[in-house]
């Protein structure tokens, strides 16, 4: 029943910014937790960010301090702002959803898109 959808990704430039949105659809988007995984070529999906129903955050050590998960419940949206990219960041980042656990990964995906950081 629920479904998301990405957008935002693209080609930036290392040092360079870039905001990714998740709309929701299906349900009611203030009670789920969600999620910013990101999948890079052989390697695992790795969450990138997560915010709470009640609006806490978490991030990994890796993005710590460049980028912010943030949440629009009347727009039944979630982003990722993106700052001071790195070629390493280059990865399909997929939105993620749940009512479990705050900061595990939840039942419901999106289709991904793609960030490619890189001069």
């Known amino acids: 029943q629920v479904q998301l959808v990405e957008s935002g990704g693209g080609l930036v430039q290392p040092g360079g910014s870039l905001r990714l949105s998740c709309a929701f659809s299906?349900?009611?988007?203030?009670?789920?937790?969600m999620g910013w995984y990101r999948q890079a070529p052989g390697k695992q999906r790795e969450l990138v960010a997560g915010?709470?129903?009640?609006?806490?955050?978490h991030y990994a050590d890796s993005v710590e301090g460049r980028f912010t998960i943030s949440r629009d419940n009347a727009k039944n949206t979630v982003y990722l702002q993106m700052h001071s990219l790195k070629p390493e960041d280059t990865a399909v980042y997929y939105c993620?959803?749940?009512?479990?656990?705050?900061?595990?990964?939840?039942?419901?995906w999106g289709q991904g898109t793609q960030v490619t950081v890189s001069s």
């Open positions: 299906g349900s009611i988007f203030s009670r789920y937790n």
């Open positions: 915010i709470s129903s009640d609006g806490r955050t």
């Open positions: 993620n959803a749940g009512l479990g656990t705050t900061f595990r990964v939840g039942a419901y």
